[in-house]
């Protein structure tokens, strides 16, 4: 082998043991053969000195950018996503603040939107003291670092860092004890890298998240609520300089354990921002005056069931919005706190609130004191299955009207009656004889519901409750029963208050929504037809309210459980709907608890809390029949019940023998309005006989007991016929 070759395999064995990085793409092997190679005598020894010294300096920087830009690649990327980690926070439909979780680790770090949650004078004067060439800079203020280095020349000691808020935030994303040229390399390094990833919004956003005030608390609206009892929206002179001060040294100037040294650091930045012609030296003055905080103070809890439950359902969100306003959640929990203290020991108060348009959840009050354990503050009321007492009455009556057999100005007996073995009572034990239908709906008569209910059917009523929204719970292996016009099945006061909203919607209800969402999905569902609904929220309107409470401004019910175990009170106007429940959460009875006198009062309270006029009820519908007794068609006039419809003469009660129960009627209304009529025939019946479809009268039908009419529009229809001495037959037909 030659020696050439030799030399040539040489070399190149020496080329590959170059290291791998950017020294060999800076072409380092090539410039050592060039440098220190054999040298070629066509110039002074001097001349090759100097070329020497230049080569090992280029090859020194060289190496050394090489190291540096591999030191910088061994960081790692940015821990963003740890930084951006905050305590989960429950705001309103307003985003204020309703409640906020610690972090796991116990820290408070709220997430900042500076622009929507920060007092802009806030912001000026804590840039004005830390970093005022923030928007100018790329993360690192030369001038600020050269002004740090010559105090540490001519003081011997660390006078101001130099840092700017980009560098600061750095350091909080990757913490180091000790103060070193290493670490405020590092820090520089990291600004750079910040000032490229995130803008300038989004970095003071992050600084504000993550600056430290001392103990667990973290971030400006952390440190603002727990020191002030306030969001830093709203800042004075004083309260900002405060902020800015503490991050400086957190521990040793904590309100809650050093005051007076937290004062000394507000006042000193007081007295810099007057150098600077930041402030006037009256304002520092004033300001200075202000006495700073000395104790901590808790986290809000607002809507606190309402928070853990959405906190249970949504999962991996810093932020979740709720319906509720705050405003309104706020003055109806000590209403609910203080009526229950007044009510005796053990007794638990719940309260919803309900948009009635919207299905809108807009305050839950769960129990009377969440942290009451006597009271068993912690068990959600309203979300808790009860016995209703009378507040199922009014859909009773509803369906009664829908049916048309039953109308308001109808008069109908209360009087001992038994169904088999069920004999019900009145409340008071008494009898008021024959009364108005309305009449015996606002005195909550139990007679008249229980033998309306016999009419219109337990199963009927569970399934159109069911079908609103409404989850009747019925005893384990029970059918729907007569009982359960009194009280006999379970049912939610969210529930109760959604089935009320229907009757202001006027038939129809919306699911509850309480965890707002960028899409809505939720389709009205049928309660009742728009004139029994209509016709329901009229009779409940004119209700006596509780003493010294306005008439005729509050559409309400009440109702008592057997045994004093629960006490109900559900109304609405034309804007929302405000249910109350209370009694003891472990079911015990109460002697006198009754839903006029214990619940009713917290309603129309509630209503007035809400700081607005109520709203009227809608105007009724169209085709309602508003008339006095005497005005009535005939077989309207009187209620008769079910058994009373055996004729003495032999005569037959009405029966509908077309269209069919159940059938399907295909209607052509193409061929014009003669050629869609529909006919209905009845047998049996005591002429003059009235037909109704969907509770709304069209007229008589003529003595061939046959009338064609115009069928309604598509959909299910229920059509009536009333003979003159009241007794009744109904269909329900699907209109295609």
């Not at 009773?396 to 109908?412: R, T």
């Amino acid at each position: 082998m030659s020696e050439a070759a030799g030399s040539s395999r040489h070399s190149g064995a020496v080329r590959s043991t170059e290291p791998q990085c950017a020294i060999a793409h800076c072409g380092i092997s090539r410039f050592r053969a060039w440098s220190f190679g054999p040298s070629r005598n066509d110039g002074s020894e001097g001349g090759r000195g100097i070329a020497r010294v230049l080569s090992a300096a280029a090859l020194t920087f060289i190496l050394a950018t090489c190291a540096f830009v591999a030191w910088v690649i061994s960081l790692g990327p940015l821990p963003l996503d740890e930084a951006r980690q905050v305590s989960t926070t429950i705001v309103d439909r307003n985003g204020k603040l309703l409640r906020a979780y610690a972090m796991a680790d116990g820290r408070w770090r709220l997430p900042v939107e500076t622009k929507a949650n920060v007092d802009p004078a806030y912001v000026k004067l804590l840039l004005a003291y830390e970093d005022q060439r923030f928007y100018a800079h790329d993360g690192v203020d030369p001038l600020a670092l050269g002004r740090a280095a010559i105090q540490l020349a001519t003081r011997g000691h660390i006078v101001s860092g130099g840092s700017t808020i980009t560098m600061q935030l750095a350091r909080l994303m990757e913490p180091r004890r000790q103060r070193s040229l290493y670490a405020k390399v590092r820090q520089i390094v990291r600004a750079i890298e910040l000032e490229r990833s995130l803008s300038k919004d989004q970095i003071l956003d992050l600084y504000l998240a993550l600056a430290p005030y001392g103990g667990n608390l973290e971030g400006i609206r952390a440190a603002s609520i727990a020191y002030l009892g306030k969001e830093p929206k709203r800042l004075s002179l004083a309260e900002a300089a405060l902020l800015v001060a503490l991050p400086q040294s957190p521990e040793t100037r904590r309100l809650d354990r050093y005051p007076e040294a937290a004062r000394i650091a507000r006042d000193r930045v007081l007295d810099r921002m007057v150098e600077e012609h930041q402030i006037s030296a009256d304002d520092a003055k004033q300001a200075k005056a202000v006495p700073v905080p000395m104790l901590r103070k808790p986290m809000p809890i607002l809507a606190p069931h309402a928070s853990d439950t959405a906190l249970a359902t949504v999962k991996d969100t810093p932020v979740i919005r709720l319906t509720l306003d705050a405003n309104l959640q706020k003055v109806l929990e000590p209403l609910a706190r203080d009526r229950a203290i007044a009510l005796g020991p053990n007794i638990s108060v719940g309260i919803i609130v309900v948009d009635n348009e919207s299905g809108d959840v807009l305050a839950r009050v769960g129990s009377a004191d969440y942290f009451d354990e006597s009271r068993a503050g912690q068990v959600d009321m309203t979300r808790a299955l009860r016995s209703p007492g009378s507040t199922l009455k009014p859909f009773i009556y509803g369906l009664a009207f829908e049916d048309g057999f039953v109308h308001p100005d109808s008069l109908i007996d209360d009087r001992p009656v038994r169904f088999g073995s069920y004999a019900p009572e009145n409340f008071d034990m008494t009898f008021q004889g024959t009364v108005p239908v309305k009449k015996a709906l606002q005195l909550s008569l139990n007679v008249p519901a229980i033998v309306l209910l016999d009419r219109v059917g337990p199963n009927r009523l569970t399934s159109r409750l069911r079908q609103a929204g409404g989850n009747l719970v019925l005893p384990k292996d029970e059918a729907p029963g007569l009982a359960m016009g009194l009280g006999g099945v379970g049912v939610t006061l969210q529930d109760l208050a959604q089935l009320y909203a229907g009757l202001a919607r006027l038939g129809t209800t919306r699911p509850l929504r309480e965890v707002m969402t960028d899409r809505d999905a939720r389709e009205p569902l049928r309660l009742l037809d728009q004139v029994a609904a209509w016709q329901v929220g009229n009779v409940l309107l004119g209700t006596p309210p509780p003493e010294n409470a306005a008439h005729n401004r509050i559409a309400f019910k009440t109702g008592t459980s057997y045994g004093y175990r629960d006490a109900w009170s559900v109304g609405f106007d034309g804007r929302m709907t405000i249910a109350v429940w209370v009694g003891r959460p472990d079911g015990a009875p109460v002697p006198g608890l009754i839903g006029r006198a214990a619940a009713a009062p917290i309603l129309f309270d509630a209503f007035a809390r809400s700081g607005k006029l109520p709203v009227p009820l809608p105007k009724p519908p169209k085709g309602t029949l508003i008339a006095n007794n005497a005005q009535l068609p005939l077989p309207l006039r009187r209620f008769r019940p079910v058994g009373e419809l055996v004729r003495t003469s032999g005569e037959q009660a009405p029966h509908i023998q077309f269209p069919l129960n159940g059938s399907r009627i295909d209607v052509d209304r193409s061929a014009g309005a003669d050629a869609a009529a529909m006919p209905v025939k009845v047998a049996g019946g005591v002429l003059p006989m009235t037909i109704l479809v969907n509770g709304t009268a069209l007229g008589e039908i003529d003595g061939r007991r046959q009338r064609l009419i115009d069928p309604p529009g598509p959909g299910f229809a229920r059509l009536t016929v009333i003979d003159a001495m009241g007794a009744a037959d109904t269909v329900v037909i699907r209109i295609q």
